[in-house]
């Protein structure tokens, strides 16, 4: 009997995901296990395993389709089985257009070639390529709008570039970058290889339908789901809160030399890698708690929320772009743990496996742009939240000992505070007392 296969459920929060890339197509075998399809949530990235087996009957949704979470994805099962009752709503005339898809790919002529003309048949309208596919056309100078797709509904994959290439259908790189319609690579080519040339292009037939010739200039890339949820957030954050950024900086003498003590004992002693930010973390977990007006939420304008323990957001930079996944119940955890955890999580959302719920909950979070060279910046608040930390870069600065010039490290903060929940001078009064727990680690470690 036929059985459907389900959007999972990526935490409490998540009500639906969007499909990226689909794995298996309809009519391939699949077992338990099997690599299906990858799909993303607005902040991590996941691929589906199969949980049945048998043949892919009909996929319901396409690369790029928000998919409601335990909702079928695809049916599986014998040849020939009905799959009406899996069909979720909304999903049919996606399911429908499987069996034709099929057919198409069963009943696929040969490649339109006439021995002399190359006459071939052009894709009308929107071409569905997957990524793979038109990577490989680029890079061989292959005209997509060539390929006749024999993936799911119509789709070009990399097999039907590959066919092309094995015809001939290929330009040089001047020639492919000048003119990318279907007459240039109809012609007879006279470069290297039979490939068609600069030269060759005059000779190409006029045709009204591919005549415009413009060359790509730029890209267009529709933003991912990520970036949305981030530009969203951020502008939500500038235009409703009263933001206020104040600078300071701390003698980091003390930091340094703890951690370079660390450092020499650390594998004796099974310490993981503590570094600079980690001291910062642990530091401000124990400091938030006297200033609950930044560990805190201001809701909807009119509610202050004060936790009465620190969860940290750490702001972790990812190939798909900021996450902030959050160390719960700090205040109550070592150094040691601060620095295991912080970790843990920045690995799990830089490979995009992160759970969303560790994504959630912070009170108060810290940005460190320090390692990139950066001496101040304005870190924005993520909403509801009414302060953020900037950790910046260390500099080497003058003071004065017993009459005597002495250079030293200093270490940058930079805090910003919604103004409308919180005064500069108490938010102040934070920065101060961070800065003087971090001047005297060892005694802060002691209490």
Known sequence: MAAGVLMPKQGITVESCIITKWYKQVGDSVKVGDLLFGYETDKSTFDCESTEEGEILEIFYNDGDDVPVLVNVCAVGTKGEDVSALRPDGAGATAEAAPAAEEKKEEKAAPAVVEEKKEIKVNNGEIKISPRARA???????????????????????????????????????????????????????????????????????????????????????????????????????????????????????????????????????????????????????????????????????????????????????????????????????????????????????????????????????????????????????????????VDTLMTRVKEVNGELKAYKAMGLSLTIDHRAIDGAPAARFVKELCANLEAFSVLLAK
């Open 136 to 390: 490989l056309a680029d890079k061989e100078h292959v005209d997509i709008r060539l390929a006749e797709g024999s993936g799911p509904y119509g789709r070009v994959v990399e097999k039907d570039i590959r066919d092309l290439i094995d015809r001939g259908l290929t330009s040089t790189s001047a020639a492919f970058d000048a003119v990318k319609s279907a007459d240039a690579a109809a012609v007879e080519g006279s470069a290297i290889g039979g490939r068609v040339g600069i030269s060759d292009l005059g000779k190409a037939p006029v045709n009204p339908l591919t005549a415009a010739v413009v060359e790509d200039e730029f890209v267009d890339e529709k933003f991912p789901q990520i970036r949305k949820t981030i530009a969203k957030s951020m502008t939500a954050s500038l235009s409703t809160m009263a933001q206020l950024t104040m600078n300071s900086a701390f003698d980091a003498t003390e930091i340094m030399n703890y951690r370079a003590s660390l450092k020499k004992s650390a594998e004796a002693l099974g310490l993981p890698n503590i570094t600079l930010n980690d001291i910062v973390l642990y530091a401000v977990s124990r400091t938030l708690l006297n200033h609950p007006d930044l560990n805190a939420h201001l809701i909807d304008g009119n509610t202050m929320r004060r936790f009465k323990h620190v969860h940290l957001g750490v702001a972790v930079d990812t190939p798909r772009g900021l996450m902030v996944p959050t160390i719960k119940y700090a205040n109550l955890k070592s150094l040691a743990q601060i620095s295991a955890e912080a970790k843990e999580l920045a690995k799990m959302a830089q490979e995009g496996t992160i759970s969303p719920d560790l994504l959630t909950g912070a009170t108060f979070t810290i940005s460190n742009l320090g390692s990139l060279g950066i001496e101040s910046f304005t870190p924005v608040i993520n909403p509801p939240q009414t302060g953020i930390l900037g």
